[in-house]
Each structure stands twice: as C-alpha cells, then as structure tokens.
C-alpha cells in the first residue's frame, strides 16, 4: 500500500488510547471503536494492539475498517469505497497515513494486518506517554451520480469549404438567416442583422456563424472567416477571423460590429452585396 506523512489530520474519525500498555495486556485480542458515520454510511475501526492472533501477527499492530451496516448488502446494495488509515507520530506532529485502495460488494472489512511493527510504533514517536492516536478516511464512490464529459477535436479539414449566402433586400429591418448548410458533419446558419448595433459610436452591421444541433453539455471550437465580398474590386472585400467556443446556450459565434453601416449606406456604393464563408 501507499504509505506517506502529512500535517493534517484524518477528516472523518479519530481514535485516541490513553491507555496502550493496558490495552495490549487485556484477553480480548481487539478493541472496537464507536460507529461513526462517513460517506452516508456507518463504519468501525478494528484495532489488534498485538496483531492478528490467528494470522501470527504479534510483532505488529492491525487495524482494520469495518462496514457496519451489513443489513443493506443483503438487499443488494453495492458500496465503492477509498479510504485511508492513520497513526498520529508525536514526535513528528504528523499522520502515518496508509493508502487503502478500494473494496465493495460483499465484503464488510479492510485494512492491514501489518500496520506497524510494535517497535517502530514504540521507538519512533507514536506511543508517547503511553497515549496513542489512530484514525480513518472513507469516501464513498457513486457510481449513479456520476458526470461524464467527452472532448473530441477533428482535425483541421484538408480541403477549406466555403459557403456563399446571397442576400436579398439586405437593409430590411431584424436578423436575417440563412438556410442551414454542412461544414465537417454539422449544420450551420448565417445570421445578420443590417443594423446590429445601433448603440455602438459608430454605428454597425452584425455577423454571426451558428451552430445547430447541440445539446445539453455539448460543445464544438471553431474557427472560421466571415466576410463580406466586394464585388467592385476583388482586393477589398471586408473579412474578420473568429475563433471561439460555441454551446447549445451560446451557439453563435461573430462581431457584433462586423462592418460600419456608413460602408454600404454611401451613395458612390462600394460594392458590398453578398457574402460568403
């Protein structure tokens, strides 16, 4: 098992022997502690002061963890549990801590039977004055409350897809969109609104890309071009680069000052009429 020292205490039960030197002489190879409650269900400590007679354990002590509730495992109840068991050294003012893995199912008690050897626990600084402290983790695994997340990244496409939306009567008041197309096994859409943001100093046409389809917790990263083509000159075309995350509660992504509505409101016109992904 993972052993290891730590400062802080044991966050569940703490078991303190005033007395050890008694305990060790009396008949009754163990001592139970009370219950205690953890996880939502109830546990003991088990503590062999001279280890496990019927293992030939007498140079060591044994503790073990025990499920107290074995009422519940006759009903079918599974429990997943991790814990880890503690011995208090006084003169470290630190906690032998002793990774215990995990047990569930039938079984209703774990732990070690080699703990610590009575001389180490003697000589080391765990029994001082003969006062000693134990203690115990335990944390419940629920499988039925698990949540789960996928991530999956598609490579970057070979080939770059474009799609091209040709708007009619551009200036009509509201948010424009356009039919749903594929790009990478998704659907998309184009929104635009002529007169996005009205509040901006300069007053602005907004553009947006948007997802369709998505759900719950999922989640898609894109990057991608809007731009909206110059059919006057080919070397002036106004284009922005997004790269964002999009959500079934934040599925579009774009600017919401994409273009400055004075470009396409001018008289000598500049050439502005369509625009493509």
């Not at 600017?255 to 369509?274: I, Q």
Request: glycine content about 8%.
């Amino acid at each position: 098992p993972l052993t290891y020292m730590r400062a802080l205490p044991p966050a569940h039960y703490s078991l303190k022997i005033e007395s050890f030197s008694a305990l060790s002489r009396l008949d009754k190879d163990r001592y139970n502690s009370e219950v205690f409650k953890a996880g939502g269900y109830k546990w003991r400590l088990s503590l062999y002061p001279n280890g496990k007679e019927e293992d030939n354990e007498s140079e060591y002590i044994s503790l073990y963890l025990s499920f107290e509730e074995r009422d519940k495992l006759s009903e079918g109840l599974k429990v997943h549990v991790d814990y880890k068991l503690f011995v208090h050294n006084k003169s470290q003012k630190q906690y032998l801590t002793i990774q215990g893995g995990s047990f569930h199912g039938l079984k209703t008690r774990c732990g070690f039977r080699r703990l610590l050897s009575l001389e180490n626990f003697k000589q080391d600084g765990y029994l001082k004055g003969d006062s000693c402290t134990f203690g115990a983790e335990v944390f419940v695994i629920q499988p039925d409350e698990l949540r789960e997340e996928s991530f999956t990244l598609t490579k970057y496409p070979t080939q770059i897809t474009t799609h091209t939306w040709y708007i009619q009567g551009w200036s009509t008041s509201g948010t424009r969109h356009s039919n749903e197309f594929a790009i990478e096994g998704r659907q998309w859409m184009l929104l635009v609104d002529p007169k996005g943001n009205t509040d901006s100093k300069e007053k602005s046409m907004s553009v947006y890309l948007e997802v369709q389809g998505l759900t719950g917790k999922m989640k898609v990263y894109a990057e991608f071009s809007l731009r909206v083509l110059n059919q006057a000159n080919g070397n002036k075309h106004k284009e922005k680069t997004i790269k964002c995350w999009l959500s079934a509660s934040h599925p579009s992504g774009g600017d919401a000052n994409f273009m400055p509505l004075r470009d396409l409101l001018e008289k000598s016109g500049k050439g502005f009429v369509s625009m493509i992904l």
